[in-house]
């Protein structure tokens, strides 16, 4: 049996690392969208350094960690037989912590940088800034961006992740809004015969594509329905 999995922000909020769109889609009075795409970056790239700089010195706060469902989706791929893909939308790391080992990331990485020079990928921890260089061109002076995709930029994987869901028995997305696209729209490249199943605090768009909505905690809802 295949398995595909999309996680979004809802699988992390009882981790701590907060969602976009629930309570206030606000961000220091800026519209999220205002501060998550390329033009906004050229624009004013300190307000939006600063927004993942911030970002990512939370996601390395100890008390952020993996909770039960990112841990039951590590044990439940440990254990199936089957083809398993787990496509987040989260730029976090806590599937990766908890376990999982076939994730791909389709909004990028936190804890990466691009040099938009070179294109060359590099671990980050630290914060960025407008004067931050590319580790192998000292030279390239300001090159450096969140390695994250933007509104308006080609989310990564896209191919594999439609040969996945094209080829997918169990289709089950987690904790997302179901308002971002092309994510959103997965469900609808399964095939009929492919089982799939919602688990989120609330309804979504997408919510009448599912044989089955789980309205519940994600930490709760998902162990429970792996088991
Ligand atoms: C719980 C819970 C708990 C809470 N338990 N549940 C087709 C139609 C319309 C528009 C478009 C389209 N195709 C493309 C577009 C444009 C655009 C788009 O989708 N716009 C819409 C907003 C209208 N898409 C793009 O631009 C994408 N690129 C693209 O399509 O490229 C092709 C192309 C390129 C160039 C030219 C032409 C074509 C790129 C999208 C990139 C999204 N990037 C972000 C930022 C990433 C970096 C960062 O993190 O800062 O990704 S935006 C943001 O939203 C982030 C998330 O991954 C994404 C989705 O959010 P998510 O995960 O769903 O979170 P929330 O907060 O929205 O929802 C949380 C959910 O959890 C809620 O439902 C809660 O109920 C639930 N929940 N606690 C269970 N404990």
Redesign the pocket.
Known sequence: MNILIL?????S??SGVP????AN?LWEGHR??DV?TPQAFRRNPSLVHH??NQ?RRSLLDVRIQPNP?HRALAEFEAEHRGGFLLVT???DDLHVRAGSKNVLAM??E?LKARCETTEEIFPWRDDLDETTTNPNHPEFIGTMR?H????????LGLARIEEAARNADLFIA????????????IVRQTKPTCRKIE????A?PNSSEFDQSIR????I?VPAFLK
């Open positions: 996680t979004g922000a809802g699988i909020a009882e969602t976009f769109r629930d889609g999220f969208e998550a927004f993942y970002r469902a939308q989260n730029i909004h990028g936190l969140p994250v995709v933007w509104f308006g930029e080609m989310p987690i904790g997302t809004s179901a308002v971002v696209y092309p994510a959103a729209g688990i989120n605090l609330d979504t519940g905690k994600a930490s809802e």
